[in-house]
Every structure is written in structure tokens, then in C-alpha cells.
């Protein structure tokens, strides 16, 4: 069971066991593969930024981690996000092309009304964003895989480097609610409201703890940095 992070000096240590650490690198791989430079990357797939697999990229293989059986149909919910990409602010503007809109959660617009002004600001920003967001995830996955030496299950992170792990869960976490549709204060509501008589098998309730899951492990790391002793 997982325990929060406290500080020890000059270290933040949380407990997590293997499944939960599991849990948390591999979406993290996920993320860092969604969002490594240009170049690095293999093309956009067709359906990119469509909705058309909203959570393929993000839970596919996680489902066992928590006794969920995922299969590759199971990976795709009913939807239960009412808007699409396309209609909402920021999304692909200043673009030649359709992307994952997940990305666009990463890297907004910096011009929602000039779209010659938002591309240009992408084509000059955004590299160097990615790069610095792949070695925030670095730093939080060595820190995961670091724990599989420790006998008490401990993640440590060092007061210097824990902005780069927190960073890197608000990224992973922006990524699945794009994913869950958590764009709008109401959004959150609804979701509960769609998955009251959901069954416990349900891909969505999956994602929903997992997203929950590191919101918390969010919330205890900022407050052990926080901390002054």
C-alpha cells in the first residue's frame, strides 16, 4: 500500500509498492514517447488526435495491474467527453495539421487570436519544451526504477530534483484528463454521474483510479517540499 511522501532532510521518500511503481513508470514511458522532440519520433499515426482511441496510448496494458482485464476492444469506453478537439480554444491553432490533442494541453497557444503569431511561437518554443518535459520524466522514471533496490519499497527524490518529478506527474496527469475528458470545472461531476452504475470492470473506473492515484501522490510530494523540516 502506497505511503505519502515526507521529507527526511534533504530528501522526499514515499513507499510504493511494485505494482503501484509499475503503474506509475509505465505511464510515464507512455507520456515521455507521446511527447519526445520532433524528429525522434515516429510519424502521427492516422487516427491521432481524432478521439478515435482516447485511451489506447494511455491504459493499454495497465488494466492487470489493478485485477482490471483490459482487452484491446475494452480499451475504447463509451465516451463520455461531449466536446470535440475541435471545438475547443487553443486546439491545433497555429498548426498545418491535426495532433494528438493531448499535446495541445502540454503546449497551448501562446496566441489564441493571431494563428501566423501561435505558429511561429510553437515553431520557436516548443522544441526546447519537450525536451526539457522528456528530462523532467527522466529523473522522475530513475527515481521509480531506483526503488526497485530498496527493501522497504522507498522512492527517494532529492529537494533539488523534486520539481522535475512533480512537473513530470502534472504532465502525466494532464495527458489522461485529456483523455477522461477533464477539461472544464463540471467535467469532473459528470464523469462521477456517468460512472455511478458503472461496472467495476469498466476501463473508464480504471482510469479514473489511476488518474486519482496520482493526483494524491501529487498532492503529498508538494506538500513534503513544502515543508521546511
Do not use: C
Amino acid at each position: 500500500m502506497a505511503h505519502a511522501f515526507e521529507r527526511d532532510g534533504d530528501r522526499l521518500v514515499a513507499r510504493l509498492d511494485a505494482q503501484e511503481r509499475q503503474i506509475v513508470a509505465e505511464l510515464m514511458e507512455q507520456v515521455r514517447e507521446l511527447i519526445e522532440p520532433e524528429g525522434s519520433r515516429p510519424p502521427l499515426s492516422p487516427s491521432a488526435g481524432t478521439g478515435d482511441d482516447p485511451f489506447d496510448a494511455i491504459v493499454a496494458g495497465l488494466g492487470g495491474s489493478f485485477g482490471v482485464s483490459v482487452s484491446a476492444e475494452d480499451q475504447r469506453p463509451d465516451p463520455v467527453v461531449p466536446d470535440s478537439p475541435a471545438d475547443l480554444p487553443g486546439r491545433d491553432f497555429g498548426l498545418e495539421r491535426q495532433r494528438d490533442p493531448a499535446l495541445d494541453r502540454l503546449f497551448p497557444a501562446g496566441n489564441r487570436e493571431d494563428e501566423q503569431v501561435a505558429s511561429e511561437y510553437r515553431r520557436l518554443t516548443e522544441p526546447g519544451l519537450r525536451s526539457r518535459k522528456v528530462a523532467n520524466l527522466d529523473v522522475a522514471l530513475a527515481a521509480l526504477d531506483a526503488a526497485a533496490d530498496s527493501p522497504t519499497d522507498e522512492v527517494v527524490v532529492d529537494v533539488a530534483r523534486a520539481p522535475q518529478f512533480l512537473i513530470a506527474l502534472t504532465d502525466v496527469r494532464l495527458v489522461m484528463g485529456d483523455r477522461l475528458g477533464l477539461r472544464t470545472d463540471d467535467d469532473a461531476d459528470r464523469i462521477e454521474a456517468a460512472l455511478a452504475d458503472a461496472d467495476d470492470d469498466d476501463p473508464t473506473v480504471f482510469a479514473m483510479a489511476v488518474y486519482d492515484f496520482l493526483t494524491w501522490l501529487q498532492e503529498t510530494l508538494t506538500l513534503a517540499l513544502t515543508r521546511q523540516v
